[in-house]
């Protein structure tokens, strides 16, 4: 009697652990699908800017920050009416060779004789944060921008919605730059950026977590 009471036990905690099993196992499938849903909306509406330095001198630093801010001062003027990361994206594929123009003439009028290279490309990016918003690393379309070796410190930012001239450490993002945000991300999404709530941030916790995973499998 004892034995089979040994056995009848030994099924049933199988059949518990089976069920543990499966039950984790759709907690994570679930919220790996959570995570890629949401980035990849996320992601589909954010147009981003990446300019890589020659060199990490302090001259060439300079210059990066010089023709960051000549493209960035021609794509929001040229594009301020945009409402859509596509209309941005749009424009940048339509003037790319312009883009390039004016890149190349700051870096002479600075004095240096080093080519420029503009591609737009599908880039990975870190987490980070606007002030009270802020963005899940993942891939996302960006104006990748070389200059000369393009060996040293990077710079990127998110062109649309326009948030390239806002001082990351004063802590405020323009209204008018959530409004757009905003209009182009579900509601959940956009509270996942947005929203400091202790329940957002363990969700944005999370995606940070589940991307990670992601990336190195």
């Not at 099924?11 to 990849?40: E, G, H, P, Q």
């Not at 594009?79 to 424009?91: I, N, R």
């Not at 940048?92 to 312009?98: D, G, K, P, R, T």
């Not at 001239?165 to 956009?190: A, C, Q, R, T």
Request: hydrophobic share 45%; aromatic share 12%; net charge negative.
């Amino acid at each position: 009697m004892k034995f089979i009471t040994k056995i009848i036990q030994s099924i049933a905690l199988k059949r518990f652990l089976l069920l543990f099993f499966l039950l984790v196992l759709f907690i994570v499938m679930s919220a790996f699908s959570y995570v890629n849903a949401i980035t990849s909306d996320i992601a589909n509406n954010l147009f981003r800017l990446h300019v890589i330095a020659n060199s990490d001198s302090t001259e060439d630093q300079n210059l990066k920050f010089i023709v960051r801010d000549a493209i960035i001062q021609y794509i929001n003027k040229e594009s301020q009416d945009a409402e859509s990361k596509e209309e941005v994206l749009l424009f940048a594929q339509n003037n790319i060779e312009q883009i390039k123009n004016i890149a190349q003439d700051y870096v002479y009028a600075n004095g240096y004789t080093y080519n420029v290279n503009v591609e737009i490309d599908n880039l990975k990016f870190p987490t980070k944060y606007y002030g009270d918003i802020r963005f899940p690393s993942g891939y996302y379309d960006a104006l990748k921008v070389k200059i000369g070796e393009a060996e040293g410190e990077n710079w990127w930012c998110v062109m649309f919605p326009p948030l390239c001239f806002i001082d990351v450490s004063s802590g405020v993002v323009p209204d008018s730059s959530k409004e757009v945000l905003k209009d182009n991300l579900l509601d959940e999404e956009y509270k996942l950026l947005s929203d400091n709530s202790l329940d957002m941030q363990i969700k944005f916790k999370v995606v940070e977590v589940f991307q990670s995973i992601s990336s190195r499998i």
